[in-house]
């Protein structure tokens, strides 16, 4: 579970766009919704684009999934989209709010270019949601290789 900048902020941060949740309820949303399905996450915010790739990597190296809501580089950084296309792991993008329905340079998101599928407008939920999706693709992922070996 990878966040973005301003982040941290939630819960005070316009609350009329991103709701009242902290970044504090949404991880224990996440590892409820985690317990249920019987997976482990690891819950991560940043507000450097560079931290952001590195934690990238490192998902690509010792997770099965990646659940990222890349915040506001979500419409500005190629480098977080080629280092979502550089790990082998599936991605799903988050967001609380529904960027398209927003200012018009918010509808280009580069991390949906390499993500499996994007979430958004459903608040704190859609983390919840986007933790089965992952869940979801990472055993559907595993099950496939057992299958070709």
């Known amino acids: ?13 316009e609350p009329d766009v991103y709701g009242r949740a ?10 409820d919704a985690a317990a249920g399905l019987d997976v482990d996450i690891v819950f991560e915010q940043t507000n450097h684009e560079g931290v952001l790739v590195d934690l990238i990597q ?8 990646i659940v990222i809501n890349p915040a506001a580089y979500t419409h500005t950084s190629i480098a977080l989209l080629d280092a979502l296309k550089g790990v082998d ?14 200012e018009p340079f918010r509808a ?13 407008g459903f608040g704190a939920m859609g983390y919840a949601l986007a933790v089965e999706a992952a869940a979801r693709l990472a055993r559907a992922r595993l099950a496939e290789r057992k299958k070709g070996s």
């Open 58 to 65: 490192r998902a690509g190296r010792e997770a099965s999934a």
């Open 89 to 102: 792991v599936p991605a799903v993008e988050v967001h609380l709010s529904q960027p398209a329905a927003r």
């Open 108 to 120: 280009a998101s580069y991390a949906a270019l390499a993500a499996a599928g994007s979430i958004a």
């Open 22 to 31: 902290t970044l504090s309820d949404i991880e224990a949303l996440c590892r």
């Open 1 to 13: 579970m990878l966040n973005g900048p301003n982040l941290n902020l939630l819960g005070t941060r």
